[in-house]
Nanobody, 114 residues
Framework: VQLVESGGGFVQPGGSLRLSCQGS????????MSWYRQAPGKQRELVAT???????VYENSVKGRFTISGDNGKNTVYLQMNSLKPEDTAVYFC?????????WGQGTLVTVSS
């Protein structure tokens, strides 16, 4: 199983980025797909989740700014991030979870700075 994130980079405050997570060796349908992030010196935190039935959950600080979505046909989950703030700077990780199973990507760095 491999999850590969992409789309990170450097952006100014107020800008947008779209992260992608493509899976191989795994079928996303049936899994809860999540994005986590870890800022320097901080613990990893859950940013957003999309369940197998399409329900979504967001961390409070990103509500209204980030949108998680999935394309089962492409085995890919996305995180559209708008109105980015410096405090969104972190390594963003993709996670696929089902029961006792949990798979992680290697992470993609997002830096928000002027």
């Amino acid at each position: 199983v491999q999850l590969v994130e992409s789309g990170g980079g450097f952006v100014q405050p107020g800008g947008s980025l779209r992260l992608s997570c493509q899976g191989s060796g795994i079928i996303f349908r049936g899994f809860a797909m999540s994005w986590y992030r870890q800022a320097p010196g901080k613990q990893r935190e859950l940013v957003a989740t999309i369940t197998s039935d399409g329900s979504t959950v967001y961390e409070n600080s990103v509500k209204g700014r980030f949108t998680i979505s999935g394309d089962n046909g492409k085995n890919t989950v996305y995180l559209q991030m708008n109105s980015l703030k410096p405090e969104d700077t972190a390594v963003y990780f993709c996670n696929a979870g089902f029961s006792q199973l949990s798979y992680w990507g290697q992470g993609t760095l997002v830096t928000v700075s002027s």
